[in-house]
T-cell receptor
């Protein structure tokens, strides 16, 4: 069975601080996908990134960066120079690798990030 | 292009009633998935439909059912509502090719059962 653990329930930072959200996953599959989603107060899940299990290259997108370490089953997310607009709940998720269609997502319990001035 | 749309936005029902939630995927997407998100938790997978056939089902009772129509829109039905069914119900659609495993979510339907 697949499992995603986000041990940090809530994080509070002051604007411009860097913050890292942790994600640890469990799966018996050798190929899989990892995701990060952002959920603002409005409730809609906003897709941030998808990572294939066979691509361990780290990725940077503006102030966002992701560190994928297959050896430790972790897929951590760092926001550099955080802003108030980054305040939201962030979910890490895992799915099977299916070339035909999307597979179900297994989500963690989320990390609530609060960025204050 | 419009994103995933869901209706209604909010719904209040009483125990024992039945509810139907609707979802329209992104144009061109043939796969629709439903998730239940209880307050303070991550979304839990309920169903996936692809090309109008059920492709997966989560650990939910038979009171939950769904279907997908020829235009790829979908309905989620819940019978004999319980207080514990109060949640945000999210619909996600996904396409094909390079986008096959990227699921795009709608704004959700917030169901309150009294």
């Amino acid at each position: 069975a697949q499992k995603v653990t986000q041990a940090q329930t809530e994080i509070s930072v002051v604007e411009k601080e860097d913050v890292t959200l942790d994600c640890v996953y469990e799966t018996r599959d050798t190929t899989y996908y990892l995701f990060w989603y952002k959920q603002p107060p409005s409730g809609e899940l906003v897709f941030l990134i998808r990572r294939n299990s066979f691509d361990e290259q780290n990725e940077i997108s503006g102030r966002y960066s992701w560190n994928f370490q297959k050896s430790t089953s972790s897929f951590n997310f760092t926001i550099t120079a955080s802003q108030v607009v980054d305040s939201a709940v962030y979910f890490c998720a895992l799915s099977d690798f299916d070339t035909g269609t999307a597979s179900k997502l297994t989500f963690g319990t989320g990390t609530r990030l609060q960025v204050t001035l | 292009d419009a994103g995933v749309t869901q209706s209604p936005t909010h719904l209040i029902k009483t125990r024992g009633q039945h509810v139907t939630l609707r979802c329209s995927p992104i144009s061109g997407h043939k796969s629709v998935s439903w998730y239940q998100q209880v307050l303070g938790q991550g979304p839990q997978f309920i169903f996936q439909y692809y090309e109008k056939e059920e492709r997966g089902r989560g650990n939910f009772p038979d009171r939950f059912s769904a279907r997908q129509f020829p235009n790829y829109s979908s309905e989620l039905n819940v019978n004999a509502l319980l207080l514990g069914d109060s949640a945000l119900y999210l619909c996600a659609s996904s396409g094909s090719g390079a986008w096959v495993n990227e699921q795009f979510f709608g704004p959700g339907t917030r169901l309150t059962v009294l």
